[in-house]
């Protein structure tokens, strides 16, 4: 039905950058928030940030705003996260996820479609 895949991962020292990307595919019309998720060993998953895939509405959690931004390419159905000033909390393997609601949901109970995820390490 629809395929997410993450890229961009790494390594990374404290105060660098990295970019994730996250490509869809399949019945992508049913799509209208992508966000991003992380999971850090021995912790639960959380919500990082989301957008609306039509009016561009975005919402980030605390510990990254500032700091994260996501953005969308609807014509290649691709969403991004660029992550500036990176901090070894940021540590995690990064998710993407869709949902068929047409409002920003922070639980990953609202999302149907998750990728593989792709390890981030930021280094002290």
């Known amino acids: 039905q629809v395929q997410l895949v993450e890229s961009g991962g790494g390594l990374v020292q404290a105060g660098g950058s990295l970019r994730l990307s996250c490509a869809a595919s399949g019945r992508t019309l049913n799509i209208y928030v992508m966000g991003w998720f992380r999971q850090a060993p021995g912790k639960e998953r959380e919500f990082v940030c989301a957008i609306n895939r039509i009016g561009g509405d975005t919402s980030y959690a605390d510990s990254v705003k500032g700091r994260f931004t996501i953005s969308r390419d609807n014509a290649k159905n691709t969403v991004y996260l660029q992550m500036n000033s990176l901090k070894p909390e940021d540590t995690a393997v990064y998710y993407c996820?869709?949902?068929?609601?047409?409002?920003?949901?922070?639980?990953?109970?609202?999302?149907?479609?998750w990728g593989q995820g792709t390890q981030v390490t930021v280094s002290s």
């Open positions: 996820a869709a949902s068929p609601i047409g409002t920003i949901r922070t639980t990953g109970n609202d999302y149907i479609y």
